[in-house]
Structures are given as structure tokens and as C-alpha cells.
């Protein structure tokens, strides 16, 4: 029974479906399946029958913050700390694949062990996605010169060249934790993000197309998550009772608490209803007594959806993938990082509308949001597209995961017998 130990660095909730529903398939190929994630998300995966070792896993409030400013998500010392942990659990339970989303020091250590590796991420982070279009680029932000600067440079040689080296200043802190421990430092973040023996895209091709793949890359398909868990009543209810504008904050903390408050008060003020669902966040100035206003901290996203018109959101990739999966209509109003370029996706296949910069104009959100929710093209663009949405690429995932461990155990006693496991730099730090 080959056996796979999946590492979950979960800033998002993406972070921690992707390897939720990577070792269901596993597990009901039989494999043998151990979750290391952080104690924030380890509920998730124990719902799911998956009990889970407990890593620690940086804050996310934090790590966007950071990356709202152009920096990295990471500090080297953290990320040094990463390194030991992994190391540590990989040595203690000996898998023959290691898989990894987010948690790049997985990676790297179990290659230094010889073990087979596979990264988990979305096209955003692959060394040939096309960084161009009509989007803010916050990979061109930096901490002395604004962002918008370099909007209008996004398809020039000079914005190539301005995103790729920022794309290595992000991953600084990366290349200098893989030095401190005794490993090779990589090039860029995307460099980090895609790598792996096997990289998974958890992406649909016809949605988010790359330009050319490596041999390493499979894409997943449009992935849907559904925990099982029934709606309440409540909105059960509140759903039937007439027309419903479901509108999602994510939980990236991509939008700021009072642009949030402001744009659900002008969609109400445009005689809309809405559910909003709050995704963990705590915010003041909501009209609590406004019987078309329905909030919500969590919601089972996949079984609401089945109940609305039309769904707002700032254009995370899980949330999109599920909206197309069940033909809702979107507007998309990303805010930060690869949001834009969902955004940008779903727009051009006529499954969704989207605003720039949405947050900043409450009364242009609320005007966008009765447009889209009254469009009945849209609607029936998007149901079409649910019917033409090939299913997730299971089969071929779970087929180079056999493929990747029947190499690695020979390959993993062979080095096991050449050299010293652990590289003696990184020994030292555990001492």
C-alpha cells in the first residue's frame, strides 16, 4: 500500500481543499494517507474522516498584508522553522510521495531525501503564466513606487522584465531559508510555487490556458468542494423568499472591512437581497436590522449557490470553479493578487461581469450587481458552460501518483545508503 504524507499551508481556503480532496482520491485508491496542516484547518480534513498532525502555519492576516505591499508572504526565520518541522515529520513517517500546497520546504526536503514530490497550485504560479491584460498588477508593486504606475506597462518588455524581478525579490526569503538549511536556493517564487515531480494545476485548461506545459504539469480540472454540511433554516428560507444576491468577502482578507460595509449597503440600497457571507471576519456598520440583509459566518458555499441568482465575490479560483461547476453568473470584483486574473478568465468565457478596482466605488459595485443579476443572457451563458465543463482529471492524478511511488522507494533507499539524510546544515539547526 504506498503511503503519502500531504502538507497543507493553508492561507486560504483553496490552501486547504486542494489537499482535502487530493487525499480523498487517494485514500479511495487505497492509499495510506497522513495531513500535516495547521490547527486552524485541521477540523476540515477530520470532518472528511482525515485526522491530521498539527504544523505551524503562518498567520494569514499577515502574509496578505505583506503581499498587498509587494513583499514576500514569508520571513526567512519562519520559513527556516518550516524546514525543521518538515523534516522531522517526513523522517518520522517515511512516505513514499510527498505532496504540498503552499509549503515549498516540504518539497525541498523530501527531494533532498530522494522522495518523489508533488506540488499542488493553480496556473497563477507557473513559470509560463501570461502576466498580461487589463488588471492591477500587484506583482509589479513595490514598497517605494505605487502600483498603479506600472498598470499601463503589464504588456511591455519593461513590465516583463519589472514582474520577474520581483517575482525573485519575493522569493528572497525563500532562497535564503533553502541556504541556511544546507539545500539549493531556486530561481524566482514561481520557481518555488510550481515545483515538484509532479505539479498539479488545479485549474481547467479551456478556463485558464497556459501557453506550453513541462512534462511535470497536469492540470486537474475544475475541482468542486462540497463538506457535506446541510444549509440552516434560516437561509433555507431567507433563499425562497424571493430573488437572492449571494455575496462572498473570501477569505483571503483581500477586501477592506469598511469598502465591504459600503458596498453591501449600496447593493441594498438598489433593492436587492443579499446574503453575505463573512468567511471568518468581524466588521462594524452592517444594517443588522435590514430584513433583505442576511449574514452569515461560514455557509456551505457549494449548496447556496444551487439557491441564488447571482454570486459576488472577489474572484478567488475555488470559488469561481464552483459558480461555473453549478452555471451561476458572477460579478467578479477582485482585489488583490491573482484575483484579476480569474476575474479576467471568467469574463472572457461570458460567465461573469467584471469591475475594476470595485471596492472603491460603492455606488458603481451596487449599479454593476442589478445590471448582472437582471442579465438573463448571462444566466444562460452561464448554465451552458456547467454542461461543458469536462469533470475533474481524477483517474490520470491518482495514475502518476502510482507511477511517482513505485520510482521513489528504490530511489529513496538508494540515497538512504549513499549519504546522510538530513543535509548537516539543517542538522545543526535542529540541534
Not at 9 to 16: E, F, G, Y
Not at 129 to 140: I, K, S, T, V
Not at 179 to 196: K, S, T
Request: aromatic share 6%; with cysteine; charged share 20%.
Amino acid at each position: 500500500m504506498p503511503r503519502a504524507l500531504i502538507f497543507s499551508q493553508a492561507l486560504s481556503a483553496a490552501h486547504a481543499v486542494r489537499p482535502l480532496l487530493l487525499a480523498q482520491w487517494l485514500r479511495d485508491d487505497n492509499w495510506q494517507v497522513e495531513i500535516a496542516c495547521g490547527e486552524h484547518h485541521r477540523p476540515w480534513f477530520a470532518r472528511a474522516g482525515l485526522p491530521a498532525t498539527t504544523i505551524s502555519s503562518p498567520d494569514a492576516r499577515r502574509a496578505y498584508a505583506r503581499l498587498r505591499r509587494g513583499a514576500g508572504m514569508f520571513e526567512a526565520d519562519e520559513i527556516i522553522h518550516h524546514h525543521q518541522e518538515d523534516a522531522a515529520l517526513i523522517d518520522d513517517l517515511r512516505p513514499d510521495v510527498v505532496c504540498a500546497d503552499f509549503r515549498f520546504s516540504a518539497l525541498e526536503q523530501a527531494r533532498a531525501r530522494g522522495l518523489a514530490t508533488v506540488g499542488l497550485t493553480d496556473v497563477t504560479c507557473h513559470p509560463a503564466f501570461p502576466f498580461a491584460g487589463p488588471a492591477p498588477d500587484n506583482l509589479l508593486a513595490t514598497s517605494n513606487l505605487p502600483g498603479w504606475l506600472f498598470t499601463g506597462l503589464a504588456n511591455s518588455p519593461l513590465g516583463a522584465w519589472l514582474r520577474r524581478a520581483h517575482l525573485r525579490d519575493l522569493a528572497a526569503p525563500l532562497r535564503a531559508a533553502s541556504r541556511a538549511v544546507g539545500l539549493p536556493a531556486l530561481g524566482d517564487f514561481q520557481d518555488y510555487a510550481a515545483q515538484g515531480d509532479l505539479c498539479l494545476l488545479f485549474d481547467e485548461p479551456t478556463v485558464m490556458p497556459l501557453p506550453q506545459l513541462r512534462p511535470q504539469d497536469l492540470y486537474v480540472g475544475a475541482c468542486d468542494w462540497d463538506p457535506g454540511t446541510a444549509l440552516p433554516d434560516h437561509v433555507q428560507r431567507f433563499c425562497a423568499e424571493g430573488p437572492v444576491v449571494y455575496v462572498s468577502a473570501g477569505t483571503q482578507e483581500a477586501v477592506a472591512a469598511q469598502a465591504l460595509v459600503d458596498g453591501v449597503r449600496a447593493i441594498l440600497h438598489a433593492g436587492l437581497r443579499v446574503v453575505l457571507s463573512m468567511g471568518g471576519r468581524h466588521v462594524s456598520g452592517l444594517p443588522a436590522e435590514d430584513p433583505r440583509l442576511l449574514v452569515v459566518d461560514f455557509v456551505n458555499q457549494a449548496r447556496i449557490l444551487d439557491r441564488i441568482d447571482l454570486f459576488v465575490h472577489p474572484s478567488g479560483g475555488m470559488s469561481c470553479y464552483q459558480a461555473l461547476r453549478r452555471g451561476v453568473p458572477m460579478l467578479l470584483a477582485p482585489a488583490i493578487a491573482t484575483q484579476h486574473y480569474y476575474a479576467i478568465a471568467v469574463e472572457d468565457i461570458g460567465a461573469g461581469r467584471r469591475l475594476q478596482q470595485p471596492w472603491r466605488s460603492p455606488a458603481a459595485l451596487a449599479a454593476a450587481t442589478r445590471a448582472a443579476a437582471g442579465d438573463i443572457g448571462l444566466r444562460a451563458r452561464a448554465r451552458w458552460i456547467a454542461q461543458e465543463l469536462p469533470p475533474p482529471q481524477i483517474e490520470s492524478v491518482v495514475r502518476r501518483l502510482h507511477a511517482l511511488a513505485d520510482a521513489s522507494s528504490p530511489r529513496h533507499r538508494a540515497l538512504q545508503a549513499a549519504t546522510c539524510v538530513m543535509p548537516p546544515m539543517l542538522a545543526a539547526c535542529c540541534s
